[in-house]
């Protein structure tokens, strides 16, 4: 079992850039692939960004690709997701989660641990 914690939420100007962490407890933290989501005020809870255990493998959102990147330091137990360019279309609540299966998966079911979320706001 893993717990998660996200943190590095704020306010941000559009175009601007923010860096999401999301800590993690355990000692087999390598063993988890860990997924980013967004949900904002209305709508489905979405997958922006996963990456494997090993940090081999990384999976994007369309929306995101090219803006947002996934990464992981299983030294620190953290995973991070840098957000550049960000428009108005990014404002949400972030979620980190966890599953131990080696794929990365786009389904927020897939998925057995999860954070509380932190809020991204951005102005224009």
């Known amino acids: 079992q893993v717990h998660v914690v996200e943190s590095g939420g704020g306010l941000v100007q559009a175009g601007g850039s923010l860096r999401l962490s999301c800590a993690a407890s355990?000692?087999?933290?390598?063993?988890?692939?860990i997924g980013w989501f967004r949900q904002a005020p209305g709508k489905e809870r979405e997958f922006v960004a996963g990456i494997s255990g090993s940090g081999s493998s990384t999976r994007y959102a369309d929306v995101v690709k090219g803006r947002f990147t996934i990464s992981r330091d299983n030294a620190k137990n953290t995973v991070y997701l840098q957000k550049n360019s960000l428009n108005p279309e990014d404002p949400a609540v972030y979620y980190c989660a966890g599953h131990e299966r080696v794929l990365v998966t786009v389904t927020p079911l897939t998925y057995d641990y999860w954070g509380q979320g932190t809020q991204v706001t951005v102005s224009s």
């Open positions: 355990g000692r087999t933290f390598s063993r988890y692939t």
